[in-house]
């Protein structure tokens, strides 16, 4: 599986998976402009803004991926030390983040997948 760039459109990362039962959940902020706007869905109920810390969030699991889409959602409101404090102490959960500045935050996918970085 191919992870797009959420700023050139093309694929930048291939995910191998290691098991065929991973469920994966990708959510992100790119792609959507009004009137050459960014806007997106991934709205915090408490600020009533759009989360803008990531750009790309992918999240893989062994379990229901609807609960992991759930979890994608939320992370995309967040902002980068509240996403980690939920997400490192998880290991039913692999994580790659993209944030909006490009750097990419990643852990627990030893279970899951391995990640090779095809284009900067």
Do not use: C
Not at 22 to 30: D, M
Not at 58 to 77: K, P, S, V
Request: net charge positive.
């Amino acid at each position: 599986m191919y992870i797009d760039s959420p700023f050139t459109g093309e694929p930048f990362i291939k995910l191998h998976t290691k098991q065929p039962n991973t469920s994966i959940s990708t959510s992100g902020t790119y792609r959507r402009f009004v009137d050459n706007e960014k806007h997106h869905h991934l709205i915090n109920p408490k600020t009533k803004k759009q989360g803008r810390t990531f750009s790309s969030i992918t999240l893989l699991t062994h379990t229901n991926n609807t609960e992991i889409d759930a979890f994608a959602t939320a992370i995309g409101t967040m902002n980068e030390s509240q996403a980690l404090k939920l997400l490192v102490n998880r290991e039913d959960i692999g994580y790659l983040l993209i944030k909006s500045n490009g750097n990419i935050l990643y852990g627990n996918l030893k279970p899951f997948a391995s990640f090779t970085l095809i284009y900067q």
